[in-house]
T-cell receptor, first 113, second 111 residues
Framework: KAGVTQTPRYLIKTRGQQVTLSCSPISGHRSVSWYQQTPGQGLQFLFE???????NKGNFPGRFSGRQFSNSRSEMNVSTLELGDSALYLC????????????FGPGTRLLVL | SQQGEEDPQALSIQEGENATMNCSYKTSINNLQWYRQNSGRGLVHLILIRSNEREKHSGRLRVTLDTSKKSSSLLITASRAADTASYFC???????????FGTGTRLQVFP
């Protein structure tokens, strides 16, 4: 099976802009989770989608949002970008929702200038 | 905030030596997982141990779990240069259904 794919892999934006990241899970996986990784804060949980519904959300402002489509593909959007949003954004898929084994994509590295 | 904290933050060893990393967490859990991350890449799942298990093996990996102390350890035996990576523990933090990651241990294995 193909692994989790994320697009784009690298992105440079300026403050105030918005960005949309995409994630395609492993075939048959219905849960998609998003994480933000920074040197200062480590790996932080953003949200989880299962069957097109947000099941869980981390402690991030409303500028961070996401959605999941009927084919389980997911997108996350960050509006009004801030310098502190520069990070590696990781997507992970799993068969079931919740804290089970997750399979990670390679990540999207976002740089906000 | 982080659910788990790894110790040590960094570890340097020679090939062939064993590497031990520890993870402490704060709340009750259903399971604890260990992941590996090569520099700036996605995470790779290594092993999952459930709260009713005390020890689990997978190849050169040995994981222990002590729920009374809220701690886990990951032992990599006969380490190789290819084991150089960051290692993270992750817990489901009880019934929150979130996977919360620890701060990670950076392992450097010298040939």
């Amino acid at each position: 099976k193909a692994g989790v794919t994320q697009t784009p892999r690298y992105l440079i934006k300026t403050r105030g802009q918005q960005v949309t990241l995409s994630c395609s899970p492993i075939s048959g996986h219905r849960s998609v989770s998003w994480y933000q990784q920074t040197p200062g804060q480590g790996l932080q949980f953003l949200f989880e989608y299962f069957s097109e519904t947000q099941r869980n959300k981390g402690n991030f402002p409303g500028r961070f949002s996401g959605r999941q489509f009927s084919n389980s593909r997911s997108e996350m959007n960050v509006s009004t970008l801030e310098l502190g949003d520069s990070a590696l954004y990781l997507c992970a898929s799993s068969i079931r929702q919740g804290g089970e084994t997750q399979y990670f994509g390679p990540g999207t590295r976002l740089l906000v200038l | 905030s982080q659910q788990g904290e790894e110790d040590p933050q960094a570890l340097s060893i020679q090939e062939g030596e064993n590497a031990t990393m520890n993870c402490s967490y704060k709340t009750s859990i259903n399971n604890l997982q260990w992941y590996r991350q090569n520099s700036g890449r996605g995470l790779v799942h290594l092993i999952l141990i459930r709260s009713n298990e005390r020890e689990k093996h997978s190849g050169r990996l040995r994981v222990t779990l002590d729920t009374s102390k809220k701690s886990s350890s990951l032992l990599i035996t006969a380490s190789r240069a290819a084991d150089t990576a960051s290692y993270f523990c992750a817990t489901d933090a009880g019934n929150t259904d979130k996977l919360i990651f620890g701060t990670g241990t950076r392992l450097q294995v010298f040939p």
